[in-house]
């Protein structure tokens, strides 16, 4: 197993001006996204589709990440990450207003899927960079102001998005798009790369104690399998990938309309908006607790609420219960995603770690294609209810994948709590 030798300073440290300059853009991101997501599932269903199908317009992005992550992993490795996270950037912006074009499903399709790559090189590159500039014992907090910063735009998205999609199902996704362009404006200018080179580098930069694998070295799958944490990155990654960024972007805002019967995008922003807030007062609550207790009890923790919660999210019977169980599901899963960036942030830090970090993206990548048609074919032959039950239990029961696992947070950043 490898181990780092960190070197630990006070939790009150500051974070590096590059991770604010990535939570500013990261924001600006999520308000576009969140614009859509309210909208995209009946925007492929108004083409005349089955459930299935519309809930494979979530899963074709999946897809899209999934095949291409271990290629955008070896190119951020070998041009750098700030590079290939703007480029990212851009090719969605080039697919979302394609998007807004699309004249049939399988165009819809095949624009959504384009995008897909370019998400892959964008979410990869900014974890990759967090944890070049944030040492071990602010890295759980570095993610957590990341996180939160899409949370807020979530918050924000869906709230505008459901009145714009009443209007026109294909306004949001030219909203998106110039949000997108303007984030890569925000790096372009605010991010050189000299800021990459900072004292969290170098403070990742510590020669391992096992002495077998080098700093300067690229650290391959082979080298991190036998981590049991990694292996727990994986499984929780998954299930996340499959509850929250698979089956709540794909059957939510069906589920609302259904249930009222109605377009229901405005009811399914707020909906959205939220499970967004949730995640955001569990972000601000807990934003510490991973770099102080560690890693571990706050995935666990999160992945059992957000699983129960969501499994009853399908009992609901009217907007109002809707809206009270996406709350509590938000907290759950607020509390789950700066812990686990921070866990994989740990099993790379000080490491060229582009094949990894897509590893661990592509685990979620296949949770969300699994899950949006694994439950929107329960829908069709069952129910939401049974849809989302089935998700509920996935999540609780990843949970189980770090009880064995070893704690990832290095016990002398816990010894200075």
């Known amino acids: 197993m490898r181990k780092s030798k960190e070197t630990t300073q006070p939790s009150a440290e500051k974070l590096p001006r590059g991770i604010w300059v990535l939570v500013g853009a990261a924001f600006v991101i999520a308000i576009g996204y969140g614009i859509i997501t309210p909208v995209l599932p009946q925007y492929a269903h108004s083409f005349n589709v089955s459930i299935m199908a519309a809930s494979a317009i979530v899963s074709v992005f999946g897809i899209a990440r999934l ?51 370019g998400s892959t090189l964008f979410t990869v590159s900014a974890t990759g960079m967090i944890v070049r500039m944030a040492p071990a014992h602010i890295r759980g907090r570095a993610s957590s102001a990341y996180g939160g910063a899409f949370l807020v735009g979530n918050i924000s998205g869906p709230i505008l998005g459901g009145p714009l999609g009443n209007i026109s199902l294909r306004l949001p996704f030219f909203v998106y798009t110039a949000s997108l362009l303007v984030a890569i404006v925000v790096i372009w200018f605010l991010l050189p790369p000299s800021a990459l080179t900072s004292a969290g580098d170098a403070h990742n930069r510590k020669e391992t104690t096992d002495g077998d694998i080098s700093a300067e070295k690229e650290l391959r799958i082979r080298d991190v399998i036998k981590d049991s944490a990694y292996r727990a990155c994986l499984v929780t990654n998954f299930s996340n990938g499959w509850g929250n960024f698979g089956v709540r972007v794909a059957l939510l805002p069906l589920f609302v309309a259904a249930l009222l019967n109605t377009n229901g995008a405005a009811e399914a922003g707020i909906a959205m908006a939220i499970f967004a807030v949730g995640n955001a007062i569990a972000l601000y ?101 049974w849809a989302f039950a089935t998700t509920g239990i996935i999540l609780a029961a990843s949970s189980l994948a770090w009880v064995p696992a070893r704690e990832t947070l290095p016990s002398t950043a816990r010894e200075r709590r």
């Open 67 to 117: 095949v291409f992550a271990p290629a955008s992993g070896a190119l951020i490795n070998r041009l750098g990450e700030r590079r290939m996270y703007m480029t990212g950037v851009f090719i969605v912006a080039l697919s979302t207003l394609a998007t807004a074009f699309a004249s049939n499903y399988w165009l819809l399709l095949l624009y959504r899927g384009l995008g897909g790559i």
């Open 285 to 385: 609550t807990t934003r510490h607790w991973s770099d102080r207790w560690g890693r571990r009890p706050m995935i666990i923790s999160g992945l059992i609420i957000c699983g129960i919660m969501t499994a009853a999210l399908g009992q609901g019977t009217t907007i109002g219960m809707v809206y009270v169980l996406s709350f509590f599901a938000g907290l759950g899963g607020g509390v789950i995603n700066p812990a686990q960036q921070a866990a994989i942030g740990d099993v790379v830090a000080g490491y060229k770690g582009g094949t990894v970090l897509a590893s661990v993206q592509m685990a979620a990548d296949l949770g969300s294609i699994v899950g949006t048609l694994a439950a929107g074919a329960i829908v069709d032959h069952l129910s939401f209810a």
